[in-house]
């Protein structure tokens, strides 16, 4: 009767976008060290990730690990304690994403 394989590539187009999308796949995000309200403390911020929230909130584990750092997120954008712009833009380079360093 009907052929499924027109429909099983679509499934599998559609499995391979979402786990490019997962795994940063180009992606644009800024790296920023920031001290603004925060009592002269060092925060580094990654900014751009379009992840929905609790893919964010995995991610934000294990670059906290990775890092030996504490952190938080806040709406879209991570902030891990202390200036860790490199361990991250490497972490992230490795996961597809394209990183842009801004700020001091």
């Known amino acids: 009767s009907a052929c499924a394989c027109a429909a099983r590539a679509a499934q599998a187009a559609a ?3 979402a786990q490019a999308a ?3 796949a180009g992606r644009t995000v800024k790296l920023r060290r920031d001290t603004a309200q925060r009592g002269g403390k060092v925060v580094t911020l990654i900014e ?5 929230g609790p893919a964010l909130d995995q991610l934000l584990g294990e670059l906290k690990r990775k890092c030996g750092s504490g952190g938080t997120r806040r709406d879209a954008v991570l902030e891990l304690q202390g200036d860790q712009r490199e361990k991250l833009a490497l972490e992230l380079a490795r996961r597809g994403y394209v990183v ?3 700020g001091g």
Not at 48 to 52: D, K, M, S
Request: glycine letters at 14%.
């Open 100 to 102: 842009r360093q801004a």
């Open 15 to 17: 499995a391979r976008a």
């Open 48 to 52: 751009g990730l379009a992840l929905p």
């Open 22 to 24: 997962a795994d940063g």
